[in-house]
């Protein structure tokens, strides 16, 4: 039996709800520098409450799920972007986020802490670098082969 990816996701979150860790497979580019698609996973909990600067699984636009890290937190609605993205923010309501992103697992199983203190300072350094995201981004996929 083969399982669609909205299946798969849907059991994450219900496992993530309920309490339990999940392992998650990460997609796509939209996280680049910080998070490979199709080489890293991310390991997901339930959120006990979420702030700038946490990455996050968000159900946004009443569409689709994203993991991205939050730009803003006004009342219940939360602004999203991804690290890789260069302009486009993404919105939804606080109970529209159904896990924190709390550590990256790369091939080998070897995990890294999201917010270690340098891994913050990395990532505030590269929202500040999102005049020139675009070129960073072009020297960063040419020598990782991404």
């Known amino acids: ?32 520098p910080f998070i490979v698609g199709g080489r890293e996973s991310l390991v997901l909990i339930k959120p006990k409450s979420v702030k700038v600067g946490d990455v996050v699984l968000a159900y946004v636009d009443n569409t689709h799920y994203v993991i991205h890290r939050i730009l803003k937190v006004d009342g219940e609605r939360v602004v999203l972007m991804g690290d ?6 993404e919105y939804c309501e606080l109970p529209d986020v159904k896990a924190l992103a709390t550590h ?40 990782h082969k991404v």
């Open 1 to 32: 039996m083969e399982l669609s990816d909205n299946q798969i996701l849907s059991e994450a979150i219900r496992l993530v709800e309920s309490g339990v860790s999940v392992t998650f497979p990460v997609n796509g580019r939209s996280m680049l």
């Open 84 to 89: 890789g993205n260069l302009v486009l923010r």
């Open 104 to 143: 990256v697992v790369n091939a080998s199983g070897k995990q890294r802490f999201l917010y270690a203190c340098h891994r913050k300072f990395a990532a505030r350094l590269w929202s500040l670098c999102r005049p020139i995201r675009r070129y960073l981004l072009k020297i960063y996929l040419v020598t």
